[in-house]
């Protein structure tokens, strides 16, 4: 599609994490026993973000996270809303198995596999990755994280498809992310350095915005116990749009509709944790704090707009 036709976009979400296996095998422990219930859910909470006035929702759930693209396509029939689906593999330590003894050197396995989901579309279906999700945590850039990060470049740079990542802004890991993408030869103006908002460290912000890559400030909701609260979260992207980083944040909540982490499917209850927050209740918030509507617009519209839409390899 049209990158201009993407509209407000909330850059780092989830619909529904479910380990496929299981899934198969024990559906009843899954979604597979609750398919048409949960669908129906996930419908009304995404047409509930549509007439909120979001237009187009990243699915950040790669491989190891529970990706199921033929439920999005089914939710898709009944939702028009433009949902950008990842590919990539989620995994704070090792990579699964099927990759240990599999090519690393030359074209790794890992390049294959994204380039694949990127240009022959996944699972059967016409859909195709438009984002390549990796994730850096607490463990730190493990030899399967390195590889999984330079095989993540190798396939940005044959296809054009952006980066997106997860991190742990306690140990810094958006910078250990730029520096191996860096040395790949990437361009950090195409990778969104996810999760950053669970940060108020001006220093590690401004650091990796600096070098020219966006933050994603995309835990909004996400309201629990030892973690950052709403006006926190608000109070550092006032202070980044004040300090003239409006072209480099971009807004989300990173809520999943339905995760097999959890028995109920839920996981934890925030009442501000659902898809609509940004839209009702952030946006006020950040226009009271100074932030105009030239930067949400930014914020929303034009960097979602300029991360996507930037196509071609190099
Ligand atoms: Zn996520």
């Known amino acids: 599609m049209d990158a201009g036709a993407l509209g407000r976009t909330l850059m780092h979400e989830h619909v529904v994490n479910v380990n496929a296996e299981v899934d198969r095998d024990q559906p009843a422990m899954s979604l597979g026993g609750r398919r048409a219930e949960v669908l129906a859910e996930v419908v009304t909470a995404l047409q509930a973000v549509v007439d909120a006035g979001i237009s187009t929702f990243v699915d950040a ?33 090792e990579l699964p198995k099927m990759f240990h003894y599999r090519p690393r050197g ?148 990173d809520k999943t509709l339905y995760s097999d982490w959890w028995a109920d499917g839920k996981g934890p209850q925030v009442p501000e944790w659902v898809h609509t927050h940004i839209s009702t209740d952030v946006l006020p918030a950040l226009r009271k704090r100074g932030v105009d509507d030239r930067m949400i617009e930014q914020m929303m519209v034009d960097n979602p707009r300029r991360v996507l839409g930037t196509t071609g390899a190099y």
């Open 61 to 93: 759930t790669a491989v190891g996270h529970g990706r199921d693209v033929g439920f999005l396509a089914e939710v898709n029939r009944q939702v028009d809303l433009h949902i950008v689906v990842a590919t990539g593999v989620y995994t704070f330590d």
């Open 106 to 253: 030359g074209r790794d396995a890992l390049t294959e596999l994204f380039v694949r989901d990127i240009r022959d579309g996944i699972a059967g279906t016409e859909v195709r990755a438009g984002i390549i999700k990796v994730a850096t945590d607490r463990q730190g850039v493990t030899p399967d994280v390195d590889r999984l990060l330079r095989a993540a470049a190798a396939a940005h740079r044959e296809t054009g498809v952006p980066l997106t990542t997860h991190t742990a802004v306690a140990h810094r890991t958006g910078l250990d992310q730029q520096r191996i993408l860096a040395e790949e030869g990437v361009d950090l103006s195409r990778v969104v350095i996810g999760h950053s908002g669970d940060s108020t460290d001006l220093d590690y912000l401004r650091e990796i915005l600096d070098r020219g890559s966006l933050i994603g400030a995309d835990r909004f909701g996400l309201y629990l116990p030892g973690r950052l609260g709403p006006d926190e979260r608000i109070g550092v992207v006032a202070d980044l749009c004040a300090l003239g980083y409006s072209d480099r944040i971009v807004l989300s909540h």
